[in-house]
């Protein structure tokens, strides 16, 4: 078995990270690293972190790293487990520190790179679960995904879904792998990739700032010829999405609760993949635009501007952080 290794991106929510950590803490089968990728946090992530004992003896250092001036305590022996914290001069969105945690990772000589949000828990098996799939499955081309379930009731998935016909709301578990079989259900919360996965496929996408460069990192990882796994067994706490669904001739659409700047990212990403990865990609755009036109989360001018400057870039492939320039 490899060197394990988790990735985890954060952004001002100090006190979930150190929950998450702990969680890391009380595993039954502990990774070999854990990459922190702050994305130039104020409310003092780095601080709590240090009193908290997940940082002993840190020492800042700054200097030029895969083309992004950051801090870097160079790695700290923590308890169980070793911790790099990496704070960036800027927000570049989860897109960019996902990309660039899982290429330190790969940097470090991590083998399987275990890649979370700031808000997860893990269930004490969670990692030993997923080993075993590893080493049950050992040189086959599979990434595997742990479940994201609420805490409060573990059969309910944290972001409810939509049957296959559209006909249903999938909210359960048992639905879900009923519904969808071995399919993973979240990439970014609790994927587990193999570092030859990602030298087949490349690093994420990193100018998407959020929303969607998971979808995208699946379709292109799965075109090239790699199984996700869900693995029913490894268990993720994460809070339930804010979601809503409305029938369209009898079929479900799910519409995400978010303010107009997160609307933003999630039109002109859908457009972005819906251009390089879907069959009568013109079609699917203009279905999709018509659907966000129709059922958006809100008739305000906010998202009205949202929805026009998301499929204007989306078009005319604008990516990176843009919210700001269009005061959203």
């Not at 702990?22 to 009193?51: A, C, F, H, M, R």
Request: aromatic share 16%; charged share 25%; net charge positive.
């Amino acid at each position: 078995m490899g060197k394990i290794g988790i990735v985890v991106v954060t952004y001002n929510r100090k006190e979930l990270l150190v929950k998450f950590l702990e969680s890391i803490n009380k595993q039954s089968y502990k990774p070999n690293l854990v990459i922190i990728v702050d994305n130039n946090s104020t409310d003092g992530t780095k601080d709590l972190l240090i009193e908290k004992g997940f940082l002993k003896n840190y020492k800042e250092n700054g200097y030029k790293y895969y083309d992004e001036l950051i801090e870097t305590n160079n790695d700290v022996e923590y308890e169980f487990f070793k911790v790099k914290y990496i704070k960036l001069k800027c927000n570049l969105g989860g897109s960019y520190g996902f990309y660039l945690g899982i290429k330190i990772a790969i940097c470090e000589g991590i083998d399987y790179i275990w890649v979370f949000d700031d808000d997860c828990e893990l269930e004490k098996n969670a990692l030993n679960e997923i080993v075993k799939y590893i080493k049950s499955n050992d040189n086959k081309k599979y990434i595997y995904s742990s479940i994201a379930v609420d805490k409060k009731n573990n059969n309910l998935i944290c972001w409810p879904t939509i049957s296959k016909n559209r006909k249903k709301v999938i909210t359960t578990v048992e639905e879900w792998f009923e519904e969808f079989g071995e399919y993973p259900y979240s990439i970014f919360i609790g994927g587990c990739f193999p570092k030859e996965a990602i030298l087949e496929c490349g690093l994420p996408v990193n100018d998407y700032f959020i929303y969607c460069d998971d979808t995208e990192y699946y379709l292109r990882m799965n075109k090239k010829g790699w199984k996700f796994i869900g693995v029913k067994e490894s268990i993720v706490f994460h809070p339930i999405g804010k979601l809503k669904y409305k029938k369209l001739l009898n079929k479900y659409i799910i519409i995400p609760e978010a303010p107009p700047w997160k609307f933003y990212y999630s039109i002109r990403n859908s457009i972005l993949n819906r251009k390089i990865y879907w069959k009568y990609s013109f079609l699917s755009i203009i279905i999709f635009i018509m659907k966000n036109i129709f059922f958006r989360p809100n008739n305000n001018k906010a998202y009205w501007k949202a929805l026009l400057f998301g499929i204007r870039d989306g078009l005319f492939n604008i990516k990176g952080k843009q919210h700001q320039n269009y005061s959203l």
